[in-house]
């Protein structure tokens, strides 16, 4: 239940308490059980005021989830339970809406979750500010500029897995909307020492280490190295492996993170080949050599190492070689070289080492910078986030540990004035009157640092530049004479004796005594370190390198730009770079997140009272707390304040209408809380004692559990009355629905009933009515009946009248035509008969003759002239009409087949019936010719090729061209000729040949002459004393004679206009030269079939035997 409800305040459900201002009573036993028990609950995160405490839990916790982030987003600060979060939403909406350039300082020791702290800022910005390709891009670049810094940065320590060996320093930038546009990283001091010795059970930074295990074979061939880390010096190899860690996949991880940076692949490639050199500087090894004139002198013991160094950084070897063994001084324009024994040697690898390092990760942030640099020239809003090294106190601290504190000293000093400074400007902005609380400033110990004058740095810096012999010991004395008698300065060999029997500080240490605890610091190497010094040599054979990165890294060692002069120290450069972002931060809305490690040994659960109380000493989060507390420990805004409280009194409970102000000056008077217990500010109450606050919110816990049974009670109340009522409203429904219903139901039964009485009514009335209707009707009916019949005698008897009327009328007529025809006949009886029987006869004939007619008409016989039918006579009288008829129509029939005729075929029958005149009955051979049809030209003269001659003699049409047989006037034997017939002439030729055997003008041809018997003799009579006529007259027989003898005539009488003289007798006269010869046809025997045979009888007699 508890669970579930909505968090509305960090003063919710809180364990411990959540803001340490509240904490009751206030010292350190309660402040580290506070922060015990919420430990121990899970809760890493607790407040003093507006400074977040972070207790590493050493454990991934579900605290950090997207739905964290939007839980977080957009709250107000002390509404939730603490979280990094809170504080980051706050900065970033403070940054977004009010324009405040913030800055994130996170303080803490090594392994206390500073880091990881900045990441988790980052990220969740990262979460709710703006969206897009491009901002997305942004991010993820600035996001993944973690990976590859913590590789070349981060190392292994005692302390912590993943321990930043250098101070970052991030801006990131925002446009006006609150979108991030890119950043600037500030690195400073990498503890490079650590390049060349690790302390026990530490690693080198990671990368080495990285690429080793995660290069590819041929990558690492590439850089000429090998997988074992054993083989390099340079690596401390007792805790070469870290528990969980797998460099192998991290090496991916920063491989893939570098592109998204946006390194080339051949900057990446020089990168690794540089960080390959380094590994492999510390294989050199050097062996003494004595010279002749004494002096010492060192020489490379392998040259392999070397050589590969020289092939990966393109260096000559030879000039490596001889920067190892010489050093060269040049003073007032002369150069000294002088030989550098085994010490200095090493001396001079490491310096290398350490330098080539150091100088490629400054490298390294320059161009990450430019990577992620915001694009733009617009305004920018910034948020800065600091996660420097923490303070750290070792067995053996030197250097580095000096300077790291000395940060970590500016920091608690920025620190104490900014939330002293805040604090103090709020009273002053709400008006309320300040007084001076006494808290640790540790100004005094910066000072006794960095003072220009007597400060240890410019000690330091001063010992280094004196000339004469320079050691940590004249260091050290120099500290003891100057810095004697400062507070927190501790030497035994100091001038003042406090110290003189403390065995715990050795001769060679000084002890400063840190506003976090005293530290011991071991003089040995300050003065080199400080120097940070690099032979020229040195420097200058990097600058000839072939490597352009290499060469890019040692500008100094270009001979061209030789300086004289000493670089600044490392001492006070990190001095000047301290300042620089002092003052940046100083420029900033300051948000706190004080990391605390609860154990050393990295491990969940585990609460180290001892651990925490100092870290919390050192932090001084007690003095925090009071400071906080001096004034008042509590303040809010007069509306969420009122409206927190606003139950307790009944004025200003459920509503106070008026300024929230008032509303809170009345709910104090009447809660009746001592006036020096609060203070009103311009917009927020100040409550000076957190038990105030707790009183008060002890009392609305009260109250809110009197509401709570108020409200369940009004609810309850409520609740059943709502019901009621809706009960109430649904009875009413429902008895108005069933009303309606039952009144529905009864209308509907006595619209029923009525309907049916109703109808019964109406069947009653129709009936009655159909009633009389049928009656009247019936009477209607009757009436009418009755006139029917009425009518009907009437009419019958008017019919009868008027017949028995007509029937006298009509007797009356026939009696008068009786009577009349009487009188006539009487009158004409003697001129009637005789007309009338002619009239009778004419009129009975001519029915006759049409109806003869008519019955002719369909009794016609066909229309061939050669039909004989012809229907019977119906009457006597009519033979010779009847007769008659037949032979117009016979007639008229054959008119109609010769009008179908063309020309030739009349001509054809012309010929023919010419024939019928000539020879009709007259000879025998007649009736077969009637059918044969006349050819004329039965021999082709024209086609037979054999003809030709004949055919050009005869210029004429031919009529007759056959082949007859010519009887031999002597012997009566037959020859056969041609017979031809042109229009003049008669022509007769040789039949093989075609040779004109005789020509006989038609004119000279007086007659033919024929039997009248079935042969075909003819003779050709000839003029007597013609010239044809010389062998006289010719005797022919032919199968064609009818024909011939018809054209004969026909063409004789066409050209002479007379008729050719055709004798038919069975016995004539034929002229044989002077004999007259006569031919007689006599009845043969059929001896030789049915041809006729010719014999000479005598000289008077040829006699031709017809079968
Ligand atoms: N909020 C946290 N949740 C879980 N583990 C954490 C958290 N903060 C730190 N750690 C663990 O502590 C280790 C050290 O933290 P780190 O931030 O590197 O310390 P610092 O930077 O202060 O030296 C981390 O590697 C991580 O394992
Ligand atoms: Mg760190």
New binding site residues.
């Given amino acids: 239940m508890a669970k579930m409800e909505a968090k509305t305040s960090l003063l919710d459900n809180m364990i411990g308490v959540g803001d340490m201002v509240l904490l009751e009573p206030l010292n350190e036993d309660s402040f580290i059980n506070n922060l015990k028990k919420r430990f121990d609950h899970s809760e ?1 995160y607790t407040y003093i005021g507006s400074v977040v405490i ?1 207790i ?6 579900p605290i950090y989830s997207p739905e964290k982030v939007e839980e977080y987003r957009n709250r107000n600060f002390y509404e939730l339970s603490p979280h990094i979060f809170a504080l980051s939403d706050e900065a970033y909406r403070s940054l977004r809406d009010q324009d405040k350039d913030q800055c994130i300082l996170i303080t ?10 900045s990441k ?1 800022v980052m990220s969740y910005v990262a979460a709710v500010c703006g969206k897009g390709a491009e901002v997305n891009q942004v991010k993820e670049q600035l996001l993944q500029s973690n990976p590859v810094l913590e590789a070349f940065g981060n190392a292994k320590t005692v ?6 060996r250098f101070g970052k320093y991030m801006d990131i930038e925002f446009d006006f909307k609150g979108d991030p546009l890119g950043g600037v990283i500030s690195n400073y001091l990498l503890e490079k020492s650590r390049v060349v010795k690790q302390p026990r059970g530490e690693r080198n930074f990671h990368i080495f280490y990285q690429i080793l295990s995660g290069a590819s074979e041929d990558f690492l061939c590439k850089l000429k190295l090998e997988r074992d880390f054993s083989r390099y010096n340079y690596l401390g190899l007792d805790s070469a492996r870290v528990n969980g860690v797998d460099d192998a996949a991290n090496f991916r991880t920063v491989r893939n993170a570098m592109q998204i940076v946006g390194f080339m692949d051949h900057e990446t490639q020089s990168i690794f080949e540089v960080v390959a050199a380094v590994l492999k500087l510390g294989n050199i090894e050097f062996k003494p050599e004595s010279r002749v004139n004494g002096l010492d002198e060192s020489k490379i013991k392998d040259k392999n190492e070397l050589k590969e160094i020289c092939e990966l950084t393109g260096i000559d070897q030879s000039v490596l070689e001889r920067a190892f063994s010489f050093r060269t001084v040049e003073a007032k324009q002369e150069k000294v070289s002088t030989t550098l024994n085994v010490a200095q040697a090493y001396y001079a690898r490491d310096a290398l080492a350490k330098n080539l390092y150091s100088r490629l990760f400054s490298w390294l942030v320059t161009r990450i910078n430019e990577s992620i640099k915001a694009q733009t020239k617009v305004r920018k809003k910034v948020m800065g986030v600091l ?1 420097i090294y ?1 303070f750290e106190i070792f067995e053996d601290n030197s250097f580095e540990q000096f300077i790291i504190n000395y940060c970590n000293e500016k920091l608690q000093q920025i620190f104490i004035e900014l939330t002293l400074k805040e604090e103090q400007e709020e009273y002053i902005r709400e008006g309320i009157e300040w007084t001076h609380i006494e808290y640790f400033n540790n100004a005094i110990i910066c000072d006794l640092i960095e003072n220009n004058q007597t400060g240890i740095l410019a000690m330091l810096d001063e010992e280094c530049l004196r000339p004469g012999t320079v050691t940590d010991e004249t260091f050290l004395e120099k500290l003891n004479q100057v810095c004697a008698t400062h507070q927190h300065f501790e030497s035994r060999m100091s001038k003042c004796s406090r110290f003189l029997n403390d065995t715990s500080l050795p001769h060679s240490c000084f002890r400063i005594q840190h506003y976090a605890g005293k530290v011991m610091y071991q003089v040995e190497g300050f003065v080199d370190k400080n120097n940070d010094l690099l032979y020229r040599d040195l420097s200058q054979a990097m600058w000839k390198a072939s490597h352009s990165l290499i060469k890019a890294l040692f500008p100094e060692g270009n001979p061209a730009k030789i300086n004289l002069k000493r670089p600044p120290t490392a001492g006070s450069q990190f001095k000047a770079s301290v300042a620089t972002l002092m003052k940046n931060l100083q420029t900033k809305n300051p948000n706190y997140i004080r ?1 605390i490690k609860p154990n050393d040994k ?1 491990a969940a659960h585990v609460f180290n009272d001892a651990l925490v109380c100092h870290q919390i000493r050192y932090l001084g989060l007690l003095e925090n707390v009071r400071v906080r507390r001096a004034g008042y420990a509590f303040r809010q805004a007069y509306e969420p304040c009122l409206e927190r409280y606003k139950m307790l009194c009944k004025q200003t409970w459920p509503h106070w209408r008026g300024p929230a102000r008032a509303g809170v000056e009345v709910l104090f008077n009447e809660l009746e809380i001592p006036e020096e217990e609060f203070s009103f500010g311009r917009s927020k109450i100040f409550i000076r004692n957190p038990r105030t606050l707790f009183k008060l919110e002890d009392m609305r816990k009260q109250r809110l559990e009197d509401l709570a049974t108020l409200i369940e009670k009004i609810y309850r109340g409520w609740k059943c009355r709502t019901r009621f009522l809706l009960m109430k409203k649904s009875q009413i429904v429902i008895a108005s629905w069933y009303r309606r219903y039952a009144q529905q139901k009864k209308y509907q039964k006595i619209k029923s009933s009525a309907i049916i009485l109703q109808s019964y009514i109406r069947g009653w009335k129709a009936r009655k009515l159909l009633r009389e209707l049928k009656h009247q009707k019936r009477c209607n009916e009757a009436a009418t009946t009755i006139a029917a019949y009425w009518h009907g005698t009437r009419a019958r008897r008017e019919l009868k009248r008027l017949k028995e009327e007509a029937r006298r009328k009509h007797a009356v007529a026939v009696i008068w035509a009786y009577w009349l025809g009487l009188k006539v006949r009487r009158e004409y009886r003697k001129f009637f008969r005789a007309n009338a029987g002619r009239k009778i006869y004419e009129f009975t004939l001519q029915r006759i003759m049409q109806k003869y007619f008519l019955e002719m008409k369909n009794k016609m016989p066909s229309l061939s002239p050669i039909d004989k039918n012809w229907p019977a006579r119906p009457y006597l009288f009519l033979d010779s009409t009847h007769k008659e008829l037949k032979r117009i129509f016979h007639l008229w029939r054959c008119k109609k087949y010769r009008d179908q005729f063309t020309d030739q075929q009349k001509l054809i029958y012309e010929e023919k019936l010419e024939a019928s005149e000539l020879f009709k009955d007259k000879k025998a051979l007649y009736p077969a010719s009637v059918g044969q049809p006349f050819q004329g030209a039965y021999l082709e003269i024209s086609k037979n090729p054999k003809y030709k001659k004949l055919k050009d003699a005869v210029d004429e049409k031919i009529i007759i061209a056959e082949v007859v047989n010519k009887i031999n006037r002597a012997n009566g034997k037959a020859t056969s000729r041609i017979f031809l017939l042109t229009k003049n002439n008669v022509l007769l030729a040789d039949q093989k040949s075609g040779n004109i055997k005789s020509e006989v003008p038609l004119g000279d041809v007086t007659k033919v002459s024929m039997s009248s018997q079935n042969d075909g003799f003819f003779a050709v009579h000839l003029k007597e004393g013609s010239e044809a006529a010389s062998k006289g007259d010719f005797l022919f027989s032919s199968d064609h004679l009818i024909e011939m003898a018809t054209k004969l005539y026909r063409t004789t009488l066409s050209q002479t206009k007379q008729k050719l003289n055709i004798e038919i007798s069975d016995e004539f006269l034929v002229q044989f030269r002077q004999d007259k010869v006569c031919v007689k046809f006599i009845q043969g025997s059929q001896k030789n079939g049915n041809i006729p045979t010719c014999k000479r009888k005598n000289n008077r007699l040829l006699e031709v035997a017809v079968p």
Wanted: hydrophobic residues 15%; aromatic residues 4%.
């Fill in positions: 890493v972070s590493n839990p050493y454990r991934s916790l803490g020791e090594s392994g206390a979750g500073k880091t990881e702290a988790l302390r912590n897995d993943n321990s930043s996660d923490g990391c990295k």
